[in-house]
């Protein structure tokens, strides 16, 4: 199955034909504008959408702001949608969305009854079930065969050493770094029968890490099942439950964009049978030394 293509926002942009949602010329509407709908179980318009949203971009593991910069919506009306306050998005913020949220063809119909107000089954993640979080592969991805053959050998090695993987992809911003490790994972899920977890650590941004390693391993955690609730406060016990959770299980981990050694060093499994792959512009010098990461360094695409 074409996973990754039906994934990627343009083509989610077909599935909705303008005559298929019932949008107004306004545009959004507030739900505090217009009373009733008429689904059976939301308490209120608007609430519906908010709670398959929210379930789903959990389930994504992304952050408000991290769906927001994806879908090119504001965090304000992404916080808005979640909270029940707008109901009846237009038919172009569901595109974006569903595109955003990488929705399967079942679950873009889901979004369109949740915009109608009717109540659906619930799309977050249940516990123990397989995670598929790898983002869109890129149309058109081209060259990087001797990095893809390296990611290849490394991951055949760990393998017979019982160790875990780790691959530090390391190079400057645009180079490609999230392109190949997404788009080697694709070629790689089929290896890790327990699921494949992204997270991208949002490590481009000056100053402190946009997401600390506490907020990452409650995202992974999510991904992994445990209810939001759940999720240990402290980053010892969360590191120690994600392990645990990870342990005799063969999953890829995908940590993106991490912002130095540090920032990934809690997240990274323990289990042999796991691989993880980082990118990050920075050489990652203390995962390699301390963690035997193989390193690649990433220059420039030749025609690029
Ligand atoms: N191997 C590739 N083939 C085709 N396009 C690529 C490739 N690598 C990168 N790109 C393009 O360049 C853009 C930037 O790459 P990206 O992986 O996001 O960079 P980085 O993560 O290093 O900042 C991507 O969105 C994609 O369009
Ligand atoms: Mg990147």
Redesign the pocket.
Known sequence: MDLARSRSPTSTLSSFGPSTIPVGPAGERNADGVGGSSGARPSRPGHELARVLRGWRERGLLTQEQLAERSRMGVRTIRRLESGHTFRPTAASLRLLAGALGLSDDERMLLLAAARGEAAAPPAQAAGSVPRQLPAD?P?????GEQLRRLDAVLAEGGAAGAVVISAIA?A????????AVHWAHGAADRFPDGQLYIDLGGRAPGPPTTTSIQALALLLRGLGVAGDRVPAELEAAAARYRSLLAGRRLLVVLDDARDAEQVRPLLPGAPGCAVVV?SRDRLSGLVAIHGAHRILLGP?PDA
């Open positions: 890129v058109g991805f081209t060259g990087r190079g911003a645009g180079v490609g770094k999230t392109a190949l990118t695409l």
